[in-house]
């Protein structure tokens, strides 16, 4: 079974650029969470989607937003970069919203110039 | 809030040696608890998991004992390897946060032949 798959994988972008990123979950796993890791804030949890709908949000400004698709993939959109946004942000599936165990893929390394 | 307080290294070990990673935790709720692994350009993996107070988490030589007592979950190996070269990353989930994980900063283990 193909695990949790995130494209692109490394990314550059000016300031003031917008991103999006994908996240394609384990087949039949249907909740998708994102985080964000940097050196000095550690992991920290961005949103969660289950069955399109976002069940749960982290405390980030709302130029971060997200999507869930009716396959369960999921994008997350950060607009007017900022040089701090610079950070790995990992995408973690689950069967279902509330299940304890999350499968991570390798993540997505942003660079904001 | 949930928070989760790991010593964060860098621990620097002989192959062989005998490994303890602190990990204590503050929850609203009855938390599950979890150990992750990442190594070097990689996603995080789980490596053990304990649902309820006094569960051992256990995978590859790696243990961990839910402890409610005194709100831990330290993890421990007998004797490590070079390939157990990693950061390590303690964390929880519980029903008053919607399940979202909530990560300690994470060890740098470093396992010299």
């Known amino acids: 079974k193909a695990g949790v798959t995130q494209t692109p994988r490394y990314l550059i972008k000016t300031r003031g650029q917008q991103v999006t990123l994908s996240c394609s979950p384990i087949?039949?796993?249907?909740?998708v969470s994102w985080y964000q890791q940097t050196p000095g804030q550690g992991l920290q949890f961005l949103f969660e989607?289950?069955?399109?709908?976002?069940?749960n949000k982290g405390n980030f400004p709302g130029r971060f937003s997200g999507r869930q698709f009716s396959n369960s993939r999921s994008e997350m959109n950060v607009s007017t970069l900022e040089l701090g946004d610079s950070a790995l942000y990992l995408c973690?599936?689950?069967?279902?919203?509330?299940?304890?165990?999350?499968?991570f893929g390798p993540g997505t390394r942003l660079t904001v110039l | 809030g949930d928070s989760v307080t790991q010593m964060e290294g860098p621990v620097t070990l002989s192959e062989e040696a005998f490994l303890t990673i602190n990990c204590t935790y503050t929850?609203?709720?009855?938390?599950?608890l979890f150990w992750y692994v990442q190594y070097p350009g990689e996603g995080l993996q789980l490596l053990l998991k304990?649902?309820?107070?006094?569960d051992k988490g256990s995978n590859k030589g790696f243990e961990a004992t839910y402890r409610k007592e005194t709100t831990s979950f330290h993890l421990e190996k007998g004797s490590v390897q070079v390939s157990d070269s990693a950061v390590y990353f303690c964390?929880?989930?519980?029903?008053?946060?919607?399940?979202?994980?909530?990560f300690g900063k994470g060890t740098l283990l470093t396992v010299n032949p």
């Open positions: 973690a599936s689950s069967v279902s919203s509330g299940d304890n165990e999350q499968f």
């Open positions: 087949s039949g796993h249907r909740s």
């Open positions: 989607y289950f069955s399109e709908t976002q069940r």
């Open positions: 929850a609203t709720g009855y938390p599950s």
């Open positions: 304990a649902t309820k107070a006094d």
């Open positions: 964390a929880l989930s519980d029903m008053g946060s919607n399940y979202k994980l909530t």
